[in-house]
């Protein structure tokens, strides 16, 4: 479907969506976060789309794209390309207008997600794997598409799914007695900044509106910075719910007049929201769905005193994602370091290392060591977990002082991609 890029969401349109859709989605609960607003010194509320029977917002755009279909286009079925969200919204949608669907999700989507895509689906969907990223997916998708004579259930870049997005913003409306002064928004391929954004910009225009996107994706960052909406070349995958190498250009054209600020967040941040979530609150989130809440230290001299609420997008994460989250959490904190250790080849040098080198409340959570008898020394990849994060000079003086220092590899990318 070609679209002028001149498209902007109307409130009516917004509306008609809503009407559409409300016998499935659930008008999602706008809950208080009493630890964040006393750390904050704000009001800060968060808008659960989590709580959605999918887990995420993308059931909206999905099905009221999927109502908006002719009898002849539905039966022919449906194509779409996900990265695990919006394929869950396309195949509750397709088993409930009995609509055949074939969902391309990327090859390193998490189980859990790809489980779920089928348990909603049922007998009407067909889910494919192809490719690393979901820019992968979806050229497989819609070479399908064309060859089948289907349609494509675009995950952003499409009126139907950006109006479908946008009812969330009219919930938010409803369930407010005060004015929202921040509305804090993640952006992936843009549908729901672009709706939510457009909407408040028309209803609450003194609303301020803050895009957040993931450290190593910052794809509506790039393109709003250069002025066009351009394509990345490589991106950081790990927030696979907003890793886009390219925004929609709808979304794009949208964007650029209703965000008025972009903030991206380290992916380690992102894991320790994810934990302090479940640590304190019990709430899951999956990376995309923390970053909303992710931003808050970027913005907390702005906020003080206000009223704001953070879109908590989806809660579809995977259980074997754990380990990696808390590494990632500890590396980001300050509280996790690899080194290379140059152990001296002689009884009794790990004992002094661990005695004497390592701090009272250090401890050692990774060793790989090889003996090698020719050699005056040898050496460990050691990771090492820190109690705090000022302990890290020290000990890295007392490895030196002992001869034990070889290399620190937190640097080290590549490296440490290898580790963790």
């Known amino acids: ?97 009995e609509c055949k669907g074939v969902i391309y999700m990327p090859a390193t989507t998490p189980r859990q997600k790809i489980t779920q895509v089928k348990m909603f689906g049922k007998e009407f969907v067909d889910v494919r794997l192809e490719g690393d990223t979901f820019d992968d997916a979806k050229a497989h998708a819609l070479i399908f598409t064309q060859t089948n004579n289907a ?24 369930q407010t007695n005060k004015p929202i002064d921040y509305l804090i928004i993640p952006v992936g391929g843009g549908g729901l900044a672009a709706g939510v954004g457009s909407v408040f910009k028309t209803l609450s225009p003194n609303t301020r509106i803050i895009g957040v996107e993931p450290e190593g994706a910052p794809s509506m960052t790039t393109s709003l910075k250069e002025g066009k909406n351009v394509s990345l070349d490589s991106i950081d995958k790990f927030v696979d719910g907003a890793a886009v190498q390219k925004v929609g250009d709808l979304n794009f054209d949208i964007c650029k007049k209703v965000i008025d600020e972009m903030v991206t967040v380290p992916e380690g941040k992102v894991c320790e929201t994810i934990l302090s979530l479940y640590n304190r609150d019990a ?29 908590v997008s989806g809660s579809n994460n995977d259980i074997t994602r754990t380990e990696e989250i808390k590494e990632r959490a500890l590396l980001y904190k300050g509280l996790k370091h690899y080194f290379v250790v140059r152990f001296p080849q002689r009884a009794g040098a790990l004992k002094e290392f661990v005695a004497e080198i390592l701090g009272p409340s250090d401890d050692i959570t990774h060793f790989e060591y090889t003996k090698k008898n020719s050699r005056e020394t040898g050496s460990a990849v050691v990771g090492i977990e820190l109690k705090e994060k000022s302990n890290l000079d020290p000990l890295i003086s007392r490895m030196k002082e002992r001869k034990f220092f070889g290399e620190y590899l937190n640097h080290k990318e590549d490296l440490l991609n290898i580790l963790i």
């Open 151 to 174: 349609t494509f259930i675009h995950p952003f870049d499409d009126p139907e799914i950006i109006e479908g997005q946008a009812t969330v913003a009219l919930e938010l409306l409803e």
């Open 1 to 97: 479907m070609q679209v002028s890029q001149r498209y902007h969401p109307s409130v009516e349109k917004v509306r008609e969506a809503a009407s559409s859709i409300r016998e499935v989605v659930s008008f999602t609960p706008l809950m208080p976060n009493l630890h964040l607003s006393s750390v904050f010194g704000a009001h800060i509320q968060m808008k659960r789309e989590d709580l959605q029977l999918v887990r995420s917002y993308k059931i909206r755009g999905a099905l009221n794209k999927m109502k908006s279909l002719s009898a002849s286009e539905l039966q022919r079925g449906v194509v779409c390309a996900s990265a695990g969200n919006h394929a869950q919204g396309v195949a509750h949608s397709c088993a409930i207008m």
């Open 283 to 311: 709430i899951v989130v999956e990376p995309a769905g923390a970053l909303a809440l992710s931003a808050l230290d970027q913005l907390s001299d702005e906020i003080t005193g206000k009223n704001v609420v953070c879109i």
